[in-house]
């Protein structure tokens, strides 16, 4: 059987890996570069024939549910399937938006209440049985989670978090709103790597006297974060489960780059792929990851999930396709004149700019420099001589792609009926090698996909 099993794993990392070599056009690239690499004119003739058509709504469905008419290309269709065949991300039956109690709302959202709550009930459905009652939480933030983990259920738990600023918060806020948890939830500087287990054990023992089996969490652990969460897990004795909820992919220590032109290099991660199976299956295959799994590909894995244009309404379509070309019809003005754009604040142009062209620009210049490739040491000032003629030009280039907008809208959709299979891949590869480690272990929906992107958690136990 376990024979069978692997070749099950091996045929699923091959149709994933052949689905995103050949769809490279959709999500290899920055939208911001969608001009300049032309990549609009990669879209096949005969799906953009069909999907223009389409009605608002039924667009929001064919994204959603990735629903197909028999009339269809076949190859949209075999797309769709392929699409279908690959996300590998379970659904959540039911959900519960559970209001927390007074003191727990205080600065959080209700996503940030809504995610909270949702890992605290699988933590204790995962603990309970199992009568643990440590909990180490990496990447504490200000410790939201540990806290109601004491409140709800009364666990002990270690927030391990390598911001100092945050740890600081954290106490204060404890000292503050939840003064009866002082013994029993503690927090801690602490830089993770998967080299960090004897740092663990010492801070549990100095601060809980004992050394219990523990479970290992993470609420959104971000990059690398996660690896080293598994690894820690894998090695730590008394570590007996672990819920990882993980976020932001494209952060993935990179391991090597090499230039492939100008704009565009291979790129190599640490800890992705990560399991044996994965690797192998790319070897034999002689796939080179490093041009196509980029971190553009890891930034489509976090993107916004499909479940996002459920009902979505035209004015809001509208905005996102303006916003989209606009901001690529900028990054298009300044390559073909050879210039490079700096931001001057740290948020480019307002998207409340969005719904017209030319207050657009006008924001857009003054929040960008418009930096001669050539002239890196150019001072500024003597840019902004010609701004009203480069405002002119700008709204000249509008007018020849503006017709394009529609087509920005099906663009976008086709990336985001990719994105859960891209994060199925992400989290296979990291399940997998868990199961090559020996550990039960598996993929649960925790929160509303709608509310929370990033919902499921890795859930692994040690027998």
């Not at 002990?156 to 954290?170: I, Q, T, Y």
């Not at 916003?323 to 390559?335: H, S």
């Not at 857009?364 to 050539?374: D, K, V």
Request: net charge positive.
């Amino acid at each position: 059987m376990a024979h069978v099993g692997e070749c099950t794993e091996h045929k699923y990392f091959l149709d994933v890996l052949n689905l995103f070599f050949e769809t490279q056009w959709l999500y290899n690239t920055p939208v911001t570069d969608l001009l300049t690499k032309g990549l609009l004119d990669l879209f096949p003739k005969e799906w953009l024939n069909v999907l223009q058509t389409l009605e608002n709504q039924e667009l929001n469905d064919f994204v959603v549910t990735k629903k197909t008419n028999s009339q269809w290309p076949k190859s949209l269709k075999a797309f769709l399937e392929k699409c279908r065949h690959t996300d590998r991300l379970p659904n959540l039956n039911t959900i519960l938006l559970t209001k927390l109690p007074k003191k727990f709302q205080i600065g959080l959202n209700d996503k940030k209440q809504h995610e909270i709550s949702q890992l605290a009930n699988l933590v204790h459905m995962q603990c309970a049985p199992r009568n643990i009652k440590i909990i180490v939480d990496f990447g504490a933030g200000l410790g939201y989670v540990c806290q109601l983990l004491y409140h709800l259920y009364g666990y002990r738990v270690l927030g391990l978090e390598k911001n100092h600023a945050n740890v600081n918060n954290a106490r204060t806020r404890q000292s503050k709103l939840y003064p009866d948890s002082l013994t029993h939830v503690k927090y801690n500087c602490c830089d993770l790597t998967y080299n960090s287990v004897e740092t663990i054990e010492t801070i549990l023992r100095d601060e809980f006297q004992e050394n219990s089996d523990v479970c290992l969490i993470g609420l959104h652990a971000c990059g690398d974060l996660s690896i080293h969460a598994s690894k820690i897990f894998r090695d730590m004795q008394a570590a007996r489960i672990f819920v990882m909820i993980s976020c932001c992919y494209h952060k993935l220590s990179i391991s090597k780059s090499i230039k492939i032109n100008a704009s565009t290099e291979k790129q190599y991660f640490n800890n992705f792929p990560l399991s044996n199976c994965f690797n192998s299956v790319i070897v034999h295959n002689n796939f080179d990851v490093g041009s196509f799994l980029r971190q553009p590909f890891l930034r489509l894995a976090c993107q916004e999930p499909a479940e996002r244009w459920n009902n979505m309404s035209i004015e809001s379509h509208n905005k996102h396709s303006f916003y989209v070309l606009a901001r690529a019809l900028l990054q298009l003005y300044a390559t073909q004149n050879g210039f490079s754009l700096t931001k001057r604040t740290q948020k480019g142009t307002r998207k409340s700019q969005c719904l017209n062209f030319e207050t657009y620009i006008k924001d857009s210049l003054n929040r960008y420099i418009l930096q001669p490739q050539e002239e890196k040491n150019i001072k500024e000032q003597g840019i902004q001589v010609n701004v009203d003629e480069h405002e002119k030009n700008i709204i000249k280039l509008w007018k020849i792609y503006c017709d394009k907008l529609k087509v920005v809208e099906l663009y976008t959709a086709l990336q985001l009926i990719l994105q859960a299979s891209a994060e199925s891949l992400v989290l296979q590869d990291r399940l997998c090698w868990m199961h090559e480690e020996g550990f039960e272990a598996t993929i649960i929906p925790v929160t509303n996909k709608q509310l929370s992107p990033r919902s499921h958690a890795i859930v692994c136990c040690k027998r």
